[in-house]
């Protein structure tokens, strides 16, 4: 089963870069990666998804690790709204993380 | 379009009772999954859909039962609720499961309590 790991909690600055990683070691070949975040009492929301290649939106970027086996979502520069809770997920076996929060500080 | 909606927000049950969280998308979804959501366990699968009249197991599927009777609705049924079930509950849909795995559309989610 692909299963992921994400760091409890990280911090940034406003205005910074963040990455995010996520391992997920287990993935299999045809599994895509997804990135949601969710914000307090509030559902999850999509970020970005990818298979092999780095993918951008208007959100973030995604890198994705030759192997697959490590993602990372990069918010390219931190806002106040950004401060959530960011999930990878593997389209495997449709499971989430435990999740990472994001503080930005002023 | 609506998006993804869920009723209802919120619930208190007694240890035993039965009920029906409702959920349901307008957006031709094939793919619907119910997640719950305890304070820091992240989300987990309970069921999930492919289409009208297919369902499957997700990681958590004790104590709950679910149908897919349209493409629109998939409720999820708790059939003698436990205290152990108190929780967040999110519906979610996506276009398809397989090929370009589109990302998921969320509820707002139910809020659980059992006494």
């Known amino acids: 089963d692909a299963k992921t790991t994400q760091p409890n909690s990280m911090e940034s600055n406003e205005e910074e870069p963040v990455h995010l990683p996520c391992n997920h070691s287990t993935i299999s070949g045809t599994d895509y990666i997804h990135w949601y975040r969710q914000l307090p009492s509030q559902g999850p929301e999509y970020v970005i998804h990818?298979?092999?290649s780095n993918v951008n939106n208007r959100m973030a970027s995604l890198a994705i690790a030759e192997d697959r086996k490590s993602s990372t979502l990069i918010l390219h520069r931190a806002t106040l709204r950004d401060a959530a809770v960011y999930y990878c997920m593997a389209t495997g076996k449709l499971t989430f993380g435990q999740g990472t929060i994001l503080t930005v500080h002023p | 379009n609506a998006g993804v909606t869920q009723t209802p927000k919120f619930q208190v049950l007694k240890t035993g009772q039965s009920m029906t969280l409702q959920c349901a998308q307008d957006m031709n979804h094939e793919y619907m999954s119910w997640y719950r959501q305890d304070p820091g366990m992240g989300l987990r699968l309970i069921h999930y859909s492919v289409g009208a009249g297919i369902t499957d197991q997700g990681e958590v599927p004790n104590g709950y039962n679910v149908s897919r009777s349209t493409t629109e609705d998939f409720p999820l049924r708790l059939l003698s609720a436990a205290p152990s079930q108190t929780s967040v509950y999110f519906c979610a849909s996506s276009y398809k499961l397989t090929g370009a795995q589109r990302e998921q559309f969320f509820g707002p989610g139910t809020r659980l309590t059992v006494l």
């Open positions: 990818g298979l092999t």
